[in-house]
């Protein structure tokens, strides 16, 4: 019996010696999970003004250009409740579309 009640003691001994530092070590990394999301937090708030203009005049241009997929340009489309004319094409776009048609157009002839 001395023997179980020894091994009994020594048991408990260990368990209350290393529990208090398993629970302070899950404290602790909870503690620097909150500073994480925190950190995340303060440098989604520090968007620049710019940052958040630029990614609004995008967001625009990319609704206008899908409005506008089918048009001419200065033809009228509704975006966002707003009347906006279709703008030219630009340059780069016109390019590749010669690119394309000359592709095209190299193709007929190898058929011929």
């Given amino acids: 019996m001395s023997k179980l009640l020894t091994t009994l003691l020594a048991a408990v001994f260990a368990a209350v010696t290393v529990t208090p530092v ?6 602790e990394m909870k503690k620097e999970e909150k500073k994480e999301m925190k950190a ?25 250009a899908k409005a506008c997929k089918d048009k001419k340009p200065g033809d009228e489309v509704t975006v966002d409740g707003k009347k906006v004319k279709c703008p030219a094409p630009k340059k780069e776009a016109k390019k590749v579309e010669k690119k394309e048609e000359k592709k095209e157009m190299k193709k007929e002839e190898m058929k011929k």
């Fill in 22 to 27: 398993t629970f302070a070590m899950k404290h």
């Fill in 40 to 64: 995340e937090k303060k440098a989604e708030a520090k968007m620049t003004e710019a940052e958040k203009k630029a990614e609004a005049k995008k967001k625009k241009a990319d609704a206008v």
